[in-house]
């Protein structure tokens, strides 16, 4: 078991595979939108930059892991 494992799988994700790739990305999105205040531009403009990394190293995106079908 990865020692990164998001406490998140105890809780909302319970039933997901920790392992899987797809469901790290997801955990690691909930807690993002959890931390960061949207409320403001300054927050909202943040949350897209954090996006836009996301999808720069995610599944199926140059350099990230290969997406699985």
Same mark, same amino acid.
């Given at each position: /078991?990865?020692?990164?494992? %998001? ?7 319970? !039933? ?7 469901? +790290? ?7 993002? /939108?959890?931390?960061?205040? %949207? ?7 943040? !949350? ?7 999808? +720069? ?13």
């Amino acid at each position: /078991m990865s020692s990164d494992r %998001s406490p998140r799988f105890d809780d909302d994700l319970l !039933g997901l595979d920790p392992e899987d790739p797809e469901a +790290r990305e997801f955990a690691a999105h909930l807690d993002r /939108m959890q931390r960061l205040p %949207s409320c403001s531009v300054e927050g909202y403009i943040r !949350g897209v930059g954090d996006f836009a990394r996301s999808r +720069r190293t995610g599944c199926g995106a140059p350099g990230g892991p290969p997406r699985s079908r």
